[in-house]
């Protein structure tokens, strides 16, 4: 497998591919977007996470088979953080949407839709940055207390 990824966007060590980052991206981007566009409520609202594999299913990415076969290869030291990070990421997104919507719902004050956005940004980005990294080999480690804060999220 590790001769199949070589020279693809499929990370060779740990047979992820960063791809699959986009489709949490693309939503945050509107999430980012409320404050000013509060009329994409339900655009934001329709977003679905989706696993690694029905994400490339549903691509266009040009090594999406290659991505899906290949997961199923990842190793084990980063394949159960990212899986852990993801679920965080998933949950820390529908909770800023169900935030951000009563915000919206509750009269659409600009300031109340800005600080919900504020307050969910720096969580979800961090998620996204620490799957970035386990994507590009980077080990996740951290103590129990950053694991139960992440759990606790």
Known sequence: MHQRVAGTNVNAETMLATDYLNHFNEVVMLF???PDMPDCLDELKAWRPKTYQEHFQ???FSDRELAIEAYDHAPIKYRAPFETIIGCLVNDL???IAEVEAAI???GVKGRIS????AALPSIRSHLDMAGAIINGVVVTMDQSEIDKILES
Do not use: P, T, W
Not at 115 to 118: N, R, S
């Open 105 to 107: 719902n509750g009269g």
């Open 32 to 34: 980012e977007m409320m």
């Open 115 to 118: 600080a919900v956005v504020d």
């Open 58 to 60: 549903d691509s266009v």
């Open 94 to 96: 529908q909770d800023a």
